[in-house]
């Protein structure tokens, strides 16, 4: 059975957002913990990636030499690539931010178990 | 095309970078930042109403020279009329929502450089980019655009607690990442719903699509977009259950940095919140569901406050309550109780900054904050306890001050809607909200002081002073004429229903 | 240890350590009880408002908020136990309303 791409997109969206629930709930490590939820914004970048796809969609530059009328049905959706650049960055710096304070947490404890460093 | 409008936005993310540089010069860092946290109420005050297009087109069809080239099927469909770039809309009651939280900004910057001993660039860097963020979140039209100032927000806010050198203040704000990364990307979720359904980011042009057909208004997908970034909301408001994790963070935070913070919730509650009923008004259950969270907030967090013994942590849970008030005014969705919960909004910031800047001066003499171990401070500060008393009672709803009327808005609002349970769950939570800050009063200045608590001898800095008397006084201009702020929100409530 | 177990022992943890002695002033005192007091209040006034959707409804809350008045007394210390400051609790409740916004928007939107 082939999936068309667009669907397996979704469904591998939601996989990585499920898994970083997961991880965010059940994952005692620090660090796996942080890189679970990485995959929520991963997911929800792909997810939003996912949804620019055309089957046999064309590149959306107007190359010189092209119509409006061949141009403009057949180009895939350019909105989500501009979208998902700057929520990577954002996801990017968040991430950076959770690791230096990582750092500091694991000079001053220890360990990097969160139910030690987070608990009551 | 007015270019201040863009400007409210870039001044203070120029100015933070300016002062991230000149991060060791004690002098300049202060000149510059007092310059510009001045500048901050001010521009809003000067502009005029209107839109902003980054791109310097509106649409197509007010743009006929891009239009001229262009086939039938697109200057003939409903694409004619979206709008092409990224949209800053500017209205009266943006104004007052800026001018507000600028004044909030400039009088916390300046208690900060007067009450830290050694300025800090960096400090006043996340100051000025939280404002530049809450700013933008309040101006876009766009809803991206608006989420991605909302994460700037965010990182803004735990790094004002990470500066702060207040113990356990990094463990909070790993929490507070932590429980954001499950919380944002969810509500980008619910952007790129929206996106995939209406194929729009622009909120005019996207409620547009859903009033007039163009999408079907009861697409599951939309019920889904719709929950999504109302759990976004309930995120970076502090309603239930991120309630506790906001007033840790308040707690954690210095007082004058605990003054913004909140700022940056409540107003943060505000533009999402309209947001919500410009898109989902259509659905009743968004009401329903929004009366029904503000209710869990004013009861879940006021009853907390009342069990705490840290007095940061007090004022934290009754701010993260009376969010609760603001939102039953959206929530019950006519256009004199969205007029009322705006109000509240505004004046609710404001006691709640003279609040944490008023109990700040306690950190500031005797580094403790725990009730059980203060006492006796109204015969070290006389002064500073009177204003405080009076923060107090202008929070509980006491007239002459302002969230006396905007209460009272609130309440008349509910028993016109038909739904006076609501009132009366107001007026007993206010009841509660002056018995816990009485307590909190009591336990701080009234009893006697205990043996073994250490008071500093310096004076409190007169720009602390002067920070809690222009609170007292904008209390007091908006209590006794509450038309300057309803008459600007009037247009807004009126556009929403 | 599955899913089932861990809820078991949680719901088992809070309602087992309610029996703790610790000291208490007069003014924590006071306040848990004005707080429980203002909590049942408000709870009883919010069920009330349930008559918008059927009367039924409202009635069965009513009664059920008067059993746990009753029933489950010290509800505050209970409740300021769960809404404590570890990350494990708070990560637990934010999926729980998760769960809890997205099933009563997608379906709940049907019936109002």
Request: with cysteine; aromatic share 10%; hydrophobic share 55%.
């Amino acid at each position: 059975m082939i999936i068309d791409t667009q669907l397996a997109s979704f469904f591998t969206a939601g996989a990585l957002i499920i898994i970083g629930i997961f991880a965010a709930l059940f994952i005692d490590n620090l660090v796996k913990k942080v890189i679970g939820l990485a995959f929520i914004g991963d997911g929800a970048n792909l997810f939003i990636i996912a949804m620019g796809y055309k089957l046999n969609g064309i590149v959306y530059i107007f190359m010189p030499g092209m119509t409006i009328d061949q141009f403009a049905p057949n180009a895939s959706y350019p909105l989500p690539f501009a979208l998902v650049l700057t929520s990577i960055v954002i996801g990017a710096s968040t991430l950076a931010v959770m690791l230096g304070l990582i750092i500091l947490l694991y000079k001053k404890y220890g360990s990097v178990k969160a139910s030690k460093i987070l608990g009551e | 095309m007015n270019p201040l409008i863009a400007l409210m936005v870039v001044i203070p993310i120029a100015c933070a970078l300016i002062l991230n540089l000149f991060h060791t010069k004690e002098r300049t860092v202060k000149i510059i930042a007092i310059v510009v946290a001045l500048a901050l109420p001010i521009i809003p005050l000067v502009t005029s109403y209107g839109l902003h297009y980054f791109g310097a087109y509106s649409t197509l069809a007010q743009s006929p020279t891009l239009a001229q080239g262009l086939p039938g099927f697109i200057t003939g469909s409903a694409l004619n009329l979206f709008h092409m770039g990224i949209v800053y809309s500017f209205q009266s009651a943006q104004q007052l929502f800026i001018f507000i939280i600028g004044l909030i900004a400039f009088l916390a910057i300046l208690t900060s450089l007067s009450e830290i001993k050694k300025a800090s660039g960096v400090y006043a860097y996340l100051m000025f980019m939280g404002v530049a963020a809450v700013t933008a979140v309040l101006l876009s039209d766009d809803i991206f655009n608006l989420y991605v100032f909302f994460e700037i927000a965010a990182i803004a806010q735990v790094g004002i607690v990470i500066a702060s050198k207040i113990k356990g203040n990094y463990e909070t704000a790993l929490k507070y990442m932590i429980i954001g990364s499950i919380a944002s990307p969810l509500m980008l979720l619910g952007i790129a719903l929206l996106l995939g359904v209406t194929g729009n980011v622009n909120i005019t042009d996207i409620a547009y699509s859903l009033k007039n057909g163009l999408v079907n208004p009861q697409n599951p997908v939309l019920l889904m977009a719709c929950g999504l970034i109302v759990f976004g909301w309930m995120y970076g408001s502090g309603l239930p259950p991120f309630h506790t994790i906001k007033s840790a963070l308040y707690s954690k935070a210095l007082p004058h940095g605990a003054a913004m913070l909140q700022a940056f919730s409540v107003f943060t509650l505000v533009a999402i919140g309209i947001i919500i009923l410009r898109i989902f008004s259509y659905l009743s259950f968004s009401h329903v569901f929004i009366i029904a969270i503000s209710l869990a907030a004013m009861i879940f967090s006021i009853t907390m406050a009342l069990m705490q013994t840290d007095i940061k942590r007090i004022i934290g849970y009754l701010a993260v309550g009376e969010l609760g008030y603001i939102g039953l005014g959206l929530g019950i969705g006519t256009a004199f109780s969205i007029t009322a919960g705006l109000f509240q909004a505004v004046n609710e910031a404001i006691v709640t900054a003279f609040l944490f800047i008023g109990f700040g001066t306690i950190l500031y003499k005797t580094r403790e904050s725990d009730i059980r171990k203060l006492g006796g401070m109204m015969v070290e500060m006389p002064k500073v306890a009177l204003l405080v008393l009076l923060a107090g009672l202008a929070m509980a709803g006491v007239p002459p001050f302002n969230i006396f009327q905007s209460k009272l808005m609130l309440i008349q609002a509910s028993l016109n809607a038909g739904i006076p349970e609501l009132g009366i769950i107001m007026i007993l939570l206010s009841i509660v909200t002056f018995m816990t800050f009485m307590k909190a009063f009591y336990a701080v200045y009234m009893r006697p002081k205990p043996r073994d608590l250490e008071i500093k001898n310096t004076n409190i800095p007169k720009a602390t002073i002067f920070s809690m008397v222009v609170f007292l006084i904008v209390c007091i201009i908006l209590g006794l004429f509450p038309q300057i702020a309803t008459g600007l929100l009037q247009g807004l409530a009126n556009s929403l229903i | 240890m599955s899913l089932y177990d861990i809820i078991i022992n949680r719901i088992k943890k809070v309602q087992t350590q309610g029996e703790e002695e610790e000291p208490v002033t007069s003014i924590d005192a006071s306040s848990t009880l004005a707080a429980e007091i203002t909590l049942l209040s408000s709870l009883l006034v919010a069920a009330i408002m349930l008559r918008f959707f059927s009367n039924a409804l409202m009635i069965i809350a009513v009664l059920l908020v008067i059993a746990i008045a009753v029933f489950a007394m010290p509800i505050m210390p209970k409740l300021k136990r769960e809404q404590n400051d570890s990350l494990n609790g708070m990560v637990f409740y934010v999926i729980l309303a998760l769960g809890i916004v997205t099933v009563l928007f997608y379906w709940g939107s049907l019936n109002v």
